[in-house]
């Protein structure tokens, strides 16, 4: 028997009469990280209408609660795993690299969140429990010689139905209970971001908007939506006078406020009864 399997089956011996309890998620983590090594992790649980569960997060970003209220206000819904699992239904094992948009490091995302991680490297597993909701657990790498390599992803895949099981044993009794079949995903919150700015802008306008909140470039929404550059900057523009915001940074922070100034919500732009 490899030292690895030993290992495994060892930490999994462990985890097994823990089901249920509050220790799961750090043994959870340990399992993973003696198979493969990495620096941090975070589980998070989606449930539709609400705001993520943190079930386990040793991640250190600057100002740490600060920033983990940030992501669960609001900052969440343009994660590349989040948008991955309710826009695609995607599941399984998954680089961030392979589901972040091009030029992820120039979002305001990445540059009013993810950079405070500090993570130079991640992948995560989508766990879904039921049609509205799923785990994600994403496991980090903080320095750019130690990427996740073809072995460790290999290793990682290998496993992926035990931490499936483990998942929807822990989580998924509550999630499957009198749920919906088809996929109901897609929350409250996820409206307000669909919603954004309808009520002030024009319909292409509000297109471009949403694009580049969810980070795309210039070039890939003049690409999206068959129109040039330039046309792009225009809508941009004219966007940006109408909610009184003159970068995107500005923009970004606009729609995580106006998010968080809902007391309730019922459909429609968030922005009214903000501005």
Known sequence: MSSHLLE??????????EIGSERLPSLLVRMLKSLVPFDNAVILHYRHGDAPLIHYNDIPPLQ?????????????????????AVDTNLS?????????????????????????????????????????QFINISMGRLTFAQRFNRTHISIFQGIAPVIETLCKLQWGAEASANQP?????????????????TAYLTERETQVV?????????????????????????????????????????????FIDSLASLTSYSGGDPLVGYL
């Not at 495994?8 to 009469?17: D, G, K, R």
């Not at 589901?99 to 990445?110: D, M, N, S, V």
């Not at 909140?213 to 046309?231: M, Q």
């Open 8 to 17: 495994f089956s060892t930490e999994l011996a462990a985890i097994m009469p």
């Open 64 to 84: 740490h609660e600060k920033q983990i209220d940030f992501f669960v206000n609001g900052a969440f819904l343009l994660d590349p795993f989040y948008r991955a």
């Open 92 to 132: 399984g094992l998954h680089r961030l690299s392979e589901l972040a948009p091009e030029g992820f490091e120039k979002t305001e995302y990445y540059r009013s969140y993810f950079k405070y991680t500090e993570i130079k490297d991640e992948v995560g597993f989508i766990i879904h429990l039921s049609a509205t």
């Open 181 to 197: 079949q088809e996929n109901k995903l897609p929350s409250q919150l996820d409206s307000a971001l669909k919603h954004f700015g």
């Open 210 to 254: 949403q694009l580049f909140l969810h980070g795309h470039s210039t070039k890939s929404i003049a690409e999206r939506l068959g129109i040039s550059p330039e046309t792009v900057k225009l809508h941009r523009k004219n966007s940006y006078a109408k909610l009184d915001v003159s970068s995107q940074a500005e923009l970004f922070y606009l």
